[in-house]
């Protein structure tokens, strides 16, 4: 089955890095796609950003494009979020997900537990 384990969340002041990582296991993830969600209080949960394991091709929302990066690591089966500039808005849990021979939008069948990450300002 597949497993996906969030890592790498915590409390950062605004303007500041973090990087976010997701191990992935129990499949062969060449036929997938691998998202980050992230939902704040109150609020629904949106996508991030979204890859495609097997081609590279990616998707950055609007919100956080310039300032977040998706990027996996074959090898290791790991996705990450690297995360600069970061603003109190950015305050969230974030989910890591997967979607068989999904498009970048989904449908995201699998989730993590997901990684709460506050940005003080």
């Known amino acids: 089955q597949v497993q996906l384990v969030e890592s790498g969340g915590g409390l950062v002041q605004a303007g500041g890095s973090l990087r976010l990582s997701c191990a992935a296991s129990g499949r062969d993830f060449s036929a997938y796609t691998l998202g980050w969600f992230r939902q704040a209080p109150g609020k629904e949960r949106d996508i991030v950003a979204a890859?495609?394991?097997?081609?590279?091709?990616?998707y950055t929302a609007d919100s956080v494009k310039g300032r977040f990066t998706i990027s996996k690591d074959n090898a290791k089966n790991t996705l990450y979020l690297q995360m600069n500039s970061l603003k109190s808005e950015d305050t969230a849990v974030y989910y890591c997900a997967a979607a068989l021979r999904g498009s970048l939008m989904g449908p995201y069948g699998y989730w993590g537990q997901g990684t709460q990450v506050t940005v003080s300002s």
């Open positions: 890859i495609y394991w097997g081609g590279g091709l990616l």
